[in-house]
């Protein structure tokens, strides 16, 4: 398969559409299953303890709304909800994605080859292992750019009123911006494009960024679909790459 020639999605939705349609194309699936397998048997058992949990921590999250906005608690409950179900869900992803990185490496690696005709540097399973510390070095630093931000928007929830109902929704666009910077990366940096450069690109097409990566968020909370999302993402990122930014840089 060369570059396709067809114009460009406008749309980061079309994205996510077009990385189900690549995760099962012949030679690619191979490099799926490990990653897959992985996805299945964190978030899947991670998942089953949230939602024997959620009973307990709704009634202690909620007693933080003053009395006086009581009124506001069949609007503020469904956001409670959302809200833990966002954070556990970005944070087992990102559990997942350290161990699967190498493997999502490759899988990105051989779908750019795929799509373009060309190929990163030549990334074996050998030179693979060699190349471990710096992808996860690579993981550390997307950690130590959410780890502020996100405790930030822990603390707003505890601001009576105001922040249950402010909190969700800063997570949920922070939560898309950072799935797109998850799963952007891994063809940025087969490429050694530096964090900090990758991260001004995807800013530059904000819009789509946040759209790709927001219906990632969304389906990554819907169980059954959130346990074979991350493939589907590292394609659909791996596409928006080619599409928008390997031309420019590309070395």
Known sequence: MTQRQQPLPSSGFTYVKLGCHLVCLPGIRRYVIVPLLINILLLGSAFYWLFTKLHQWIPQLMSYVPHWLAWLNFILWPLAVISIVLVFGYFFSTLANWIAAPFFGLLAEQLEQRLTGHTPDEMSWWSLVADLPRIMKREW???????????????????????????????????????????????????????????????????????????????????????????????????????????????
């Open 141 to 251: 630093l997307k950690l130590c750019y959410y780890l502020p931000r996100a405790i930030g928007l822990l603390l707003l929830h505890f601001i009576p009123g105001v922040g249950q109902l402010l909190a969700p929704i800063l997570w949920f666009i922070f939560g898309a911006w950072m799935m797109a910077i998850q799963y952007g990366d891994y063809p940025f940096d087969n490429h050694k494009i530096a964090f900090e450069n990758m991260r001004r690109n995807l800013g530059r097409d904000r819009k789509i960024n946040l759209e790709f990566g927001g219906l990632i968020s969304v389906l990554t909370m819907i169980p059954i679909i959130n346990l074979v999302i991350m493939p589907i993402a590292v394609c659909g990122a791996t596409a928006l790459w080619v599409d928008r930014y390997r031309q420019s840089l590309h070395k």
